[in-house]
């Protein structure tokens, strides 16, 4: 890996370089994937299954997109029951993690007779985008579903492609069950997101869509927000590791490329004090690289986004962190939890030689959809905040109402708004 | 106003007659509104003032964007005293409120030593938008600023159109001063959202942008979000009261006006199940319409989007109050309480004959930024929520790892991520 002095300009290359693999920049497909979306928003079922054929290479019919009980039942005799226990034992994790994040309704009350609240209600109906294709991601399916299971939601419904055979692979058919997904429809790409948001005769409209997926994905799921709300954009995984001279170097190693592994854009970064760890992280990743079954993909992408980046001051070190604002953040430092509180922006945070990043892709129980793309500044980790919202409760007593009217009056009068002035003093026209 | 039975043909009628005035739909102003951004994007200064000149009709140098100490100085000069007293009144209120709304960092601890855990962080750099124009609106200013400044954000940048003076409104100055904004400038339209987004020379690059705009502005925001985050893109006003035989006619019949008086666009819809209450209420509503400043945009809008649904059952008034999902929802009758918890749907929830909606743009608390147009489905009334952001904490020990290392070894085989593997199995070689 490039061993590089950190600089304010290496800082600024690096993160212009990182930006460009934005799923902001992909305009060219922007005017085919939004014709996607407007067929199937106006043609429905008839759209979808002509998307099916000629992208998944499979004639369905409307009948054939459900899933059926007895598809899962033959998922379950394919998968290797090691990974259902695995799944089984990962998702007592996820879900007792995610209970944490429930957020209660509240309210406030005077004894004047004011009531003030907000009332939390869980989204009705939410629909899961699950990518096909050779990789297949049932650790995917968990993090996706199961803080909407935990949030109340209604109804959880997914959409994932088929292969050429009209079937779903059957590791996320199983990770779907296990995890409460009520509807699983046979559709991906830009169509399955845009029968999500409009519905079609077959598939229901939903309130949300979370999920990762292709470029097509990511675009239609940005042409559909507002109609329907959305997770946030993913871009390519990412990792970050602060590291200091007390850092196992082999252990850092095998965490960059943990990440490089994901594909070609993916990035992974030391930012090390500690010249000697920077090399010596070096020279184990040549000798991982080469030894991983993907190694053409670790090869390029770190190639493309790897660097191993050599501070001057631990300051430094950490403004760099906090302006790349990684996905994953590593902290391997003497002192982890210290560093942790300068730390402003960071998808998740890894504290200590033994919390590997993998750790919590799978099994620790924070959920593994998070920001992306320096997206970290303003975007939170896929949560059970995602699957619920939020009402304002407003009850006054006339008593309460009394000594104030006049001054609402007054404020909508200097706004011009006679009419929600009249609103007011209309309660009180005895009084005028 | 029209009185129409409730049936299911109506509520669609409406619901897709409502929907069109959505944001979403004016796909036609995209490619100019997207020109704008890129310009500035691409040539900050230079395209703001250019776009200034154009659609604001004033010349101004880079250095006259950011408002002075001086201007806001002279803008307490005109404004009257007594709206400051009640700007001041009614941020104790707002302040009071979203304080409850704060979120606070956790984190759970095992003896084995794992730790897992949420840190909150408030965001870097927001901007607020604040439209120009006749219409001004203080109350904004404080209800898009305030959770902001609770949330703990570090710097508030304001933009905000200047008039063919290159002077900014009095009372937005005010407002925004009181509310304790850190930068103005002025700028608006689609360029202030991408100068908010990108930043210029002299505007900077901000995390968040949130508050009210034209359509410009609202196709501005989506198509910067990504880059940056927005709050939800606002439609037009909406309220829905929902009534029985023991509501006071005329105080909903002013309530629903003082939605109609926003525009032409605004939306006012009372549903009963009394035939008699219909009745009163449409008489009561002609009379006042005549006698209020916004007649002609209060006839409009009814004639566009005012009903009064007189509805079978309270089952059917609740279902479709949820459908509807509208911004504002007053609840008059006899048991406002318990009709609450059936509501699922509703940006803010007003109980009781005292609990006129104007209360709520003003002066009670909580948000009046809250979302339109159905989106209550799905989205929540600005709050402390949209200021902060989450990092998930994972700190495991050698310990706490071994006993599980080799599941998360198997879940990464499974998926093929050898690399994933590799960086758990690493650091447990000595048992290999």
Redesign the interface.
């Known amino acids: 890996m490039r061993i590089l002095k950190l600089t304010k300009d290496t800082t600024n290359d690096i993160l212009n370089s990182l930006l460009k693999r934005?799923?902001?920049n992909y305009g060219s497909y922007e005017s085919s994937v939004n014709e996607i979306v407007q067929n199937v928003k106006e043609n429905g079922d008839k759209a979808i299954l002509e998307y099916t054929e000629k992208f998944d290479g499979v004639a369905m019919k409307a009948n054939d997109l459900l899933v059926t009980q007895s598809e899962i039942e033959e998922a379950y005799k394919k998968v290797?029951s090691?990974?259902i226990d695995?799944?089984r034992?990962?998702m007592v994790n996820i879900k007792s993690?995610h209970e944490?994040?429930r957020q209660y309704s509240?309210f406030?009350s005077q004894d004047n007779g004011?009531?003030?609240g907000?009332?939390v209600?869980p989204?009705?109906v939410v629909g899961v985008y699950v990518p096909g294709g050779k990789?297949?991601?049932?650790?995917s399916v968990l993090m996706n579903v199961l803080p909407a299971k935990v949030a109340g939601v209604d109804k959880i419904v997914m959409t994932t492609p088929p292969g050429k055979d009209g079937k779903v692979n059957p590791?996320t058919l199983v990770a779907a069950h296990e995890a409460g997904v009520d509807e699983i429809y046979k559709t991906g790409g830009a169509q399955a997101i845009a029968a999500l948001a409009f519905g079609t005769a077959t598939i229901p409209k939903t309130?949300?869509i979370v999920g990762p997926g292709n470029i097509f994905v990511a675009l239609a799921k940005?042409a559909v927000?507002?109609?329907?709300?959305i997770d946030?954009?993913a871009g390519p995984s990412e990792i970050l590791v602060l590291a200091d001279e007390t850092a196992n170097a082999?252990?850092v190693a095998?965490?960059l490329?943990?990440q490089?592994?994901?594909d070609e854009l993916a990035s992974a970064i030391l930012i090390t004090t500690s010249e000697r760890l920077a090399n010596e992280v070096s020279a184990e990743v040549e000798k991982?690289a080469n030894e991983?079954?993907?190694k053409e993909i670790?090869n390029k992408s770190l190639d493309n986004y790897g660097y191993i980046l050599v501070a001057q001051t631990l300051e430094q070190a950490i403004d760099t962190a906090n302006e790349i604002a990684s996905e994953h953040l590593e902290i391997v430092m003497d002192n982890?939890?210290e560093i942790?509180t300068k730390?402003?922006?960071?998808?998740?945070?890894?504290?200590?030689?033994?919390?590997?990043?993998?750790?919590?892709?799978?099994?620790?129980?924070?959920?593994h959809v998070?920001?992306t793309n320096g997206?970290?500044?303003?975007?939170?980790?896929l949560?059970v905040?995602d699957f619920i919202?939020?009402?304002?409760?407003?009850?006054?007593?006339?008593e309460?109402?009394e000594p104030?009217y006049k001054?609402?009056v007054?404020?909508?009068e200097?706004?011009?708004?006679?009419?929600?002035?009249?609103?007011?003093k209309?309660?009180f026209e005895d009084n005028e």
């Open positions: 934005s799923p902001n290797d090691k990974l695995v799944i034992k990962a993690y944490k994040q509240w406030d004011i009531i003030l907000q009332k209600t989204l009705g990789a297949v991601y049932p650790s590791s309130d949300k940005k927000f507002g109609y329907v709300s946030s954009i082999r252990f095998a965490d490329l943990s490089a592994e994901h991982f991983l079954s993907r670790i982890p939890f942790m730390i402003k922006n960071a998808g998740a945070i890894f504290l200590g030689p033994y919390s590997s990043e993998p750790l919590g892709d799978y099994f620790a129980g924070p959920n998070l920001p997206t970290a500044k303003f975007f939170s980790p949560s905040d919202k939020k009402s304002s409760i407003i009850s006054y007593s006339k309460a109402l104030i001054d609402i007054q404020f909508a200097c706004e011009q708004l006679t009419a929600h002035a009249n609103s007011i209309v309660r």
